[in-house]
């Protein structure tokens, strides 16, 4: 992400934490496509398991490496951040072809993180109980937490707070989440309060690879 996207982000986000952006951001509704033909991509943290045919030898599991890198046998260095299972199965391939004929690969990946643009980070008052990071509800921006969780196909906004859970300090109907919309970085307002506590399932609007969900403390 580029330096003045970064410092566009980190502002959004101190916005949102400390004021009450949805009297000013317009409601995030149920009028987003998501797209047909998402797919995976590899990410640092990520774990893949590479089966060659007829080699059980170089048959392994290898981690990703935060360098978004694998190293197996006969293969190193390789990148694989940012790259499909056939997509990195093909890369293999073509290495292993130097040292033997025809290889077939297969890769799976096991323990989902993928790449950042294909996660939905969460930050603010998450999780059980009330302390948070900083302990009580004065401790300043430390009281607040930070999780990242691979987005699925057909995501909504309950499908992440059932992930992330909902500290009693949250003020649920001020959140926000942050969206690339057309390369610009925008802030909508979403009903967190109103979908779990009224079960007011308009406010159950579906999520974007790459979206910020954002939830500030209430007011006493």
């Known amino acids: 992400m580029p330096i003045f996207k970064k410092k566009l982000l980190y502002c959004l986000i101190a916005f949102v934490l400390v004021s009450s952006v949805v009297g000013c951001s317009q409601p995030l509704l149920e009028d987003v496509q998501q797209t047909a033909d998402y797919t995976y991509q590899i990410g640092p943290g990520d774990?893949?398991?590479?089966?060659?045919?007829?080699?059980?030898?170089?048959?392994?599991?290898?981690?990703?490496?935060?360098?978004?890198?694998?190293?197996?046998?006969?293969?190193?260095?390789?990148?694989?951040?940012?790259?499909?299972?056939?997509?990195?199965?093909?890369?293999?391939?073509?290495?292993?072809?130097?040292?033997?004929?025809?290889?077939?690969?297969?890769?799976?990946?096991?323990?989902?993180?993928?790449?950042?643009?294909?996660?939905?980070?969460?930050?603010?008052?998450?999780?059980?109980?009330?302390?948070?990071?900083?302990?009580?509800?004065?401790?300043?921006?430390?009281?607040?937490?930070?999780?990242?969780?691979?987005?699925?196909?057909?995501?909504?906004?309950?499908?992440v707070i059932i992930q992330i859970g909902l500290n009693q300090y949250a003020d649920g109907n001020r959140a926000s989440v942050i969206r690339d919309v057309n390369g610009e970085l925008k802030p909508f307002g979403v009903r967190i309060d109103d979908l779990i506590d009224d079960t007011d399932l308009s406010a159950n609007v579906l999520m974007m690879p790459g979206d910020i969900l954002i939830i500030p403390d209430a007011y006493f």
């Open 47 to 159: 774990s893949v398991n590479i089966f060659v045919w007829g080699n059980p030898e170089l048959s392994t599991s290898a981690p990703v490496r935060p360098d978004g890198k694998i190293t197996v046998p006969l293969v190193e260095e390789l990148l694989a951040s940012g790259k499909t299972p056939f997509e990195l199965a093909r890369d293999i391939e073509k290495v292993l072809s130097t040292y033997i004929k025809s290889p077939q690969v297969v890769v799976m990946v096991s323990g989902f993180k993928g790449i950042s643009t294909q996660q939905i980070r969460v930050i603010g008052r998450i999780g059980g109980g009330g302390g948070g990071a900083g302990g009580g509800a004065g401790g300043g921006v430390g009281r607040y937490q930070g999780k990242s969780i691979p987005y699925e196909r057909g995501m909504t906004l309950l499908d």
